[in-house]
């Protein structure tokens, strides 16, 4: 929320993780599977460490998430993601004129960057109040092309959360169905137990299938813990719209590595252990975070880092992630973290197996491509 967020200066990443690919292509249609919707999952595994586990390395291992420990060594670091689900989604009014508001980011300077439907009812100027919370109310600073505007709320800090809570709705993916919207139990269930640091639009979903009882086994275990945070942005349910894939500008989320995260990722390592990614989310900021040699160091500010195959990785090891969707940005990152032909036959050997896909789904744990659990590498 404007006040909970960092403002003003974000510091760079140490080094930009990949150059851009100019002049290569890549079909989306590379990327394409069939899933019957039965596969949809509309809720989750109860408890939720009993979900199914999908471990894909040199061969295929069918297991529950509950048998994480036993897939980990002590020494191994899971780094997770600590963002947490506000309710984002709002019914604004201007006039007489309904708009659909779901919020996306907070920017530095306290305004947010929203999704809009109806957007060519705003412009710059006009002021909009909010359905369920009297004097709630944002200024339009700005209309994108994209159906993107920037909103200056009246309320900041608590006063933002609290009118939020009272006026918003969980934006949950558009594939759970709730035709009355969201219930009392999404409330809960679509939030993970990792969950502090409020900011973000939809859930990092891998961090889902975590509850205390798993977690006291990863210690028991010897498997050390490190939290970032990544707010994950409404971007995350926009389609690929480009054929050619290079050509796709993702979209940008506001993340933070401190010094401690860091530093006890980079000592797990030198000690010889495996750095496990808790879901793209984290993936994706750790990619960003991490100089040339694979050090992380701290990072606050925004990234667009958009994994395809050819990603030369540096600081992840292992990835645990949900099953995504076809066409996604999403399942590009799991192709181009174990590779495009084993994770088709991954994905088809789910299908054909029953596992259950996307935000309430099953998850599979993905060994980087070239080291097939032989120890920290990098392709």
Known sequence: ??????????????????????????????????????????????????????????????????????????????????????????????????????????????????????????????????????????????????????????????????????????????????????????????????????????????????????????????VKRATLTLHVGAGTFLPVREANVSAHRMHAEWGEIDSETADAVNAARAAGGRVVAVGTTSLRLLETAAAADGTLRPFAGETDLFILPGHRFRAVDRLLTNFHLPRSTLFMLVCAFAGTARMRAAYAHAVASGYRFYSYGDACLLELAGTDGDGPGRS
């Open 1 to 222: 929320m404007p006040g909970r967020f960092p403002a003003g200066k974000h510091r760079d990443p140490p080094s930009t993780p990949n150059p851009p690919r100019i002049g290569t292509r890549m079909d989306l249609s590379e990327f394409d599977f069939d899933l019957p919707p039965e596969r949809i999952a509309q809720h989750p595994a109860r408890p939720r460490e009993a979900a199914r586990l999908l471990s894909v390395g040199a061969a295929l291992a069918d297991r529950q998430v509950r048998d994480l420990p036993a897939l980990l060594a002590p020494g191994d670091i899971l780094v997770s993601n600590d963002t947490r689900v506000i309710p984002a989604q709002l019914s604004a009014r201007r006039g007489a004129a309904r708009v659909g508001i779901t919020l996306d980011r907070p920017l530095p300077d306290g305004t947010w960057h929203a999704l809009a439907r109806n957007a060519r009812r705003l412009r710059a100027g006009d002021e909009i109040g909010f359905d369920g919370a009297p004097d709630f109310r944002a200024v339009v600073r700005a209309r994108a092309d994209d159906g993107g505007v920037t909103l200056a709320f009246n309320r900041t800090g608590e006063a933002f959360a609290a009118a939020l809570r009272q006026a918003g709705r969980l934006a949950l993916p558009p594939y759970i169905d709730r035709p009355e919207g969201p219930t009392a139990e999404d409330a809960a269930d679509y939030q993970t137990v990792f969950a502090r640091t409020e900011g973000a639009v939809a859930a990092p979903t891998a961090g889902l299938h975590f509850t205390p009882a798993l977690l006291a086994a990863l210690d028991a275990r010897g």
